[in-house]
């Protein structure tokens, strides 16, 4: 296997695996939220901003994989 | 025109050599750029060694002791200021170092003049009407364009004639990536040789940007120009965003230090909302879809996190700060190891900061785009020109979303790496526990 064909099977996997974990990872931080605003309904808004930025951080680690592949698409 | 004069020339003088020293550093040569900060900075402290030895001898006690010793001192700074001058010339290029010499001198006579011309009546005639004004200085910066296009040796000519930048920005423009056609690229279809069009291709992002902020402060002068109390729909809308953003604000950071952020901040959501939705209009584009602008953003907010942690601590209490707060011996012996990790935080702070709002708002775009050119392939007919809006509910609305989700996002993470800076004494190791980035 060439370097070419390498990275044009690794590069939709990779996405997909950092995909696969910033999910898990969402969805770990979509319970804990909701079950901490349905407990305490009143601490809502300071919930939900918590909330926020741990999802971008989650988040941030598939748009990472997204930007790489982006960078190293033109060499396949 | 006093001492006050003076500190305002100094204040000019160190913008103004401050922003052409990097602009040289990055366009011409590093080197050049460190000679005429040189340069510059030599003849501010000569400047200001000057003023300190005639306010010395001019002053009204000057047969005392300490007057004396103050004109001593300023002597013995201007000898060693010149042994130094000498050597600089020695080391760097001398007419760069002459052209940094230069710039108070010329910041001072400008400001003379400027000062001068402010006083006479034809100035105040002139500015008595402002569409005169506005007349005036769109023809004065037409007269400014015209001229600087006429110069021979034009910086952009000299820009494209360089080698390296030029191939790669040949091959940059043969793969470039898919998208909507916006106003620029039309421009570039319709006229691709003309020389403005290669010059607005190339800064269509800066353009862009540019073009909302103008947006925006149209929109903010409409809205705050003769406020009523009972507001109209443009004010009402401005009022309850500002609102909004500083209870949210104030409620992250504390009453204390709160207000004092909220304008950095809001403007900062607001801009980058504005910037994000932006290529949501049709041949309009989004300038956060482009790196540079992101990390621009995103450095921004760095220095201005470091420059308030160093405010706010002071200079030990940032230090402090950077070995992790140690209070016992236990984390005294381990800041060895924390500097390094809180140094790594620091600078990874606007890398996560510029490719999670550039991948997000980027790879939206491109998402758009993909199921834009779906619409248009899954049509049994080929050659229409219209597709099927494959794009229009769904992901529109996810794209609206996003971007508020994201400036959200960018504005929140600021908010906190600034409450991470500020002393918190009252939240004890809770903004430890925060989120680093």
Sequence with gaps: MDFHSALGLGLPVGIGLAAIGSGIGLGGIGNGAMQAIGRQPEATAKIQLAMIIIAALAEALTIYAFVTMFLLSPKI | ?437
């Excluded at chain 2, 104030?250 to 607001?270: A, D, E, K, N, S």
């Design chain 2, 1 to 437: 025109m006093g001492l006050e004069f003076l500190v305002r020339v100094r204040n000019t003088t160190l913008w103004l050599a401050g922003v052409g020293a990097l602009l040289v550093a990055s366009y011409l040569s590093p080197r050049l750029g460190l000679a005429l900060a040189a340069g510059a900075a030599w003849s501010l402290v000569n400047l200001s060694l000057i003023e300190r030895l005639i306010t010395a001898l001019t002053s009204r006690e000057r047969v005392t002791f300490a007057c004396r010793n103050r004109a001593a001192l300023a002597i013995a700074g201007l000898v060693v200021l010149f042994a130094s001058g000498a050597a600089l010339l020695a080391l760097l290029p001398a007419p760069w170092l002459m052209a940094g010499f230069g710039v108070p001198l010329v910041v001072m006579v400008s400001k003379a003049v400027s000062a001068l011309l402010l006083m006479t009546g034809a100035w105040a005639r002139l500015t008595k009407s402002p569409w005169r004004a506005a007349l005036v200085a769109i023809a004065i910066g037409g007269l400014a364009w015209l001229a600087v296009s006429a110069l021979p040796g034009h910086p952009s000519a000299a820009l494209h004639a360089a080698p390296p930048a030029h191939a790669s920005a040949a091959t940059h423009e043969e793969q470039k990536a898919p998208g909507f056609p916006t106003v620029v690229t039309l421009l570039e279809a319709t006229m691709p040789h003309a020389g403005w069009v290669a010059w607005v291709v190339k800064d269509e992002v800066l353009l862009f940007s540019m073009l909302i902020a103008l947006l925006l402060c149209v929109a903010a002068y409409f809205a705050s120009r003769n406020a009523k109390m009972i507001p109209g729909p443009l004010q009402n809308v401005v009022e309850t965003l500002v609102e909004k953003l500083y209870d949210f604000i104030v409620g992250i950071l504390g009453p204390r230090y709160g207000p004092r952020y909220v304008p950095f901040l809001g403007t900062l959501f607001i801009y980058i909302l504005a910037m994000n939705l932006f290529g949501l209009i049709p041949f309009m584009h989004s300038p956060t879809a482009s790196l540079n602008v992101t990390v621009a953003l995103a450095l921004t907010v760095f220095v201005y996190v470091q420059y308030t942690g160093l405010r706010e601590l002071g200079v030990p209490g940032y230090f402090h700060h950077l070995l992790g707060s140690p209070r016992d011996v236990t984390s005294w012996l381990l800041t060895p190891l924390m500097l390094p990790i809180h140094i790594l935080g620091e600078l990874a702070k606007p890398i996560s900061l510029s490719c999670r709002l550039f991948g997000n708002v980027f790879g939206e775009d491109m998402l758009l785009v993909a199921f834009a050119t779906l619409g248009v392939m899954c049509l049994p007919v080929k050659q229409l020109p219209f597709g099927l809006p494959l794009q229009f509910p769904l992901f529109l609305g996810l794209a609206i979303f996003s971007s508020v989700l994201q400036a959200l996002v960018f504005t929140v993470l600021s908010t906190v790496y600034i409450l991470l800076m500020l002393p918190h004494e009252e939240h004890g190791h809770e903004g430890e526990a925060h989120p680093a980035h």
